[in-house]
């Protein structure tokens, strides 16, 4: 993407901005450090020699003074020989040369005291010399030529002192500049992205995105201003194609409930005529019951579009969830529910005096669908056991019951996982209130592999 390409060029051209910058700043600064001490100490003191090594010393300390005869023991020639020395001399008093050790031959036989001070700093015939004090003789060593380059450097103690100063200043300096270069140029590009960072976050939240087209983050707005105008289009017609869904589903909602409620009542006319021979009489409830059945089927179909698509309010109002769940148990038994099944309820003592906010119809709701689908699924009957506890401060709601329980397809689907051929209306609606009401719902697994359902309503 060219975005791209164009964002990293310009960090490359920011990097090597910045260390010309600070290579420029340094270069400046150095001269300026040298300019300032050069007018603080103009004249520094005379050279000053190096004192020799240790090597010296102890060649030194190997030659010995015997009747006017200067000797080298076999240890100091040894020492000479594994130095990096090619020559050695020894100067008497009178600068006369008392002791060599492979002298070049061009050099002299003797050496005024203005020629000793000036090889003493510097080169002797162009080799790099070293000078010893040994008793009142002097000890003349020499290097290759071309092994040492000699300056002769000489500060005082002030000026040394300013040099450090100078140099942790320098340091600071660098560390200042550095660090402010690296956040003006991070700002730069922080003011860059940050309409783009607004623009994904409006895409996000489902809001228009319309952000300007320049700088470094052109190609990257056009398509986030693309691709926002795509998705406005998109959940339009979303939008339309859900509220047409919708609509239709209430029409048809609508248009079936008149006949629908003539055939259930010729129905229950029919069904208790008692001129009726007894076999149309059963035909008669048997149409009545599947028509119930359909009925039922258009209102859970209505009730899970409006929920689906937040299209059903909810009228909250405290209610007790003891005496709601006792209630809906006693609505069955008084629709003359069959001696094969049996509702069984279990109230925890601390859930009596518990008072929650919600929309009683939905949650009675949710509460009938789950009894009415074990009973439905159990024709041959079944101990339904509805429970309300205490855990971790909420109240939570556990239906099971004595047949198989709940399917492992059906939990699967519940969840989202998609299961050709398989409807679950009744618990997808009650997952649905659940969910519309800020709760969880659960499908522990019992031990004969099948789940129960629990839910938890705040």
């Known amino acids: 993407m060219k975005s791209l390409f164009r964002i990293i060029r310009r960090y490359v051209a920011n990097a090597v901005l910045l260390v010309l910058f ?7 600064a150095t001269f300026f450090i040298l300019y300032r001490l050069s007018l603080s100490y103009p004249t520094p003191e005379a050279a000053a020699y190096s004192s020799a090594s240790e090597q010296l010393d102890e060649i030194s300390r190997e030659i010995s003074y015997s009747e006017g005869i200067c000797r080298i023991s076999d240890q ?19 600068g006369n040369v008392v002791w060599s050790w492979h002298l070049p031959e061009e050099f002299a036989d003797s050496y005024s ?52 100063i100078y140099v942790v200043s320098l340091i600071a300096l660098n560390l200042v500049l550095i660090l402010s270069l690296a956040l003006w140029f991070g700002y730069r590009f922080y003011r860059s992205l940050r309409p783009l960072a607004k623009g994904i976050e409006s895409m996000a939240d489902s809001r228009p995105v319309l952000l300007p087209e320049r700088g470094i983050t052109e190609e990257l707005s056009r398509e986030l201003n693309k691709t926002s105008r795509m998705l406005d289009a998109q959940n339009e017609k979303l939008k339309k194609r859900d509220d047409a869904r919708t609509e239709w589903i209430s029409g ?32 008669s409830e048997n149409i009545r019951r599947q028509g119930i059945l359909i009925k039922q089927l258009i209102q859970d179909l209505n009730l899970t579009s409006k929920l689906e698509y937040n299209a059903q309010p909810l ?10 769940l006792r209630e809906t148990a006693a609505e069955y038994y008084n629709d003359g529910l069959s001696d094969e099944y049996e509702i069984e309820i279990r109230i925890a003592p601390e859930v009596e005096a518990v008072r929650l906010d919600g929309d009683v119809s939905l949650i ?22 509805a429970e309300l506890f205490m855990d971790l401060g909420s109240v939570v709601w556990r239906f099971s019951d004595t047949g198989p329980g709940i399917p492992q397809n059906v939990v699967d689907c519940l969840k989202g996982r998609p299961v050709e051929g398989l409807h679950v209306m009744g618990l997808r609606i009650v997952q649905q209130i659940v969910t519309a009401h800020g709760g969880r719902i659960f499908f522990p697994q019992g031990q004969n592999g099948m789940h129960a359902i629990e839910f938890v309503v705040n």
């Open 252 to 283: 048809v909602s609508h248009d079936i409930r008149t006949p629908l409620a003539l055939i259930i009542g010729y129905a229950e006319s029919l069904a208790s005529d008692a001129d009726l021979r007894e076999e149309n009489r059963q035909r």
């Open 76 to 94: 100091g020639r040894s020492i000479l020989e594994q130095s990096q020395y090619v020559w050695a001399m020894l100067l008497g008093p009178g």
């Open 22 to 28: 600070v290579i420029a700043f340094n270069i400046i």
């Open 315 to 324: 009228h909250k109002v405290p209610y007790s969830p003891a005496f709601l």
């Open 364 to 385: 009675k709701r949710a509460l009938r669908n789950i009894i009415g689908n074990s009973i439905r699924h159990n024709p041959d009957g079944c101990r339904i056991q």
């Open 113 to 164: 005291i203005p020629e000793v001070a000036q090889f003493s700093r510097w080169y002797l015939n162009d080799y790099p010399t070293r000078i010893w004090e040994s008793g009142d003789h002097l000890l003349v060593t020499g290097e290759d030529r071309d092994s040492i380059f000699r300056i002769n450097l000489v500060y005082t103690t002030s000026y040394v002192d300013s040099i450090k």
